[in-house]
């Protein structure tokens, strides 16, 4: 499993603030490499309640992209 592809972004939702857009592949969160659902689910519940700056790691339209 190499990261995890977006097919939906709900209007005003955090995703949607931080850039992410439909089709993306989430590949890093903060530099973690999301491997697994429980990675991502992992991840999820600790930047929900993070105020620290967050850097997502996408593949979007085959090139590699940091936002």
Not at 41 to 59: D, F, H, P, R, W
Request: glycine share 8%.
């Amino acid at each position: 499993m190499d990261g995890f592809r977006v097919l939906q972004i709900d209007a005003d939702s955090v995703f949607e603030k931080l850039g992410i857009r439909p089709m993306d592949v989430l590949k890093t969160v903060n530099g973690e490499h999301l491997d697994s659902p429980a990675k991502a689910m992992e991840l999820y519940q600790a930047l929900k309640t993070s105020s620290n700056s967050i850097e997502i790691g996408v593949e979007r339209n085959g090139r590699e992209q940091t936002l």
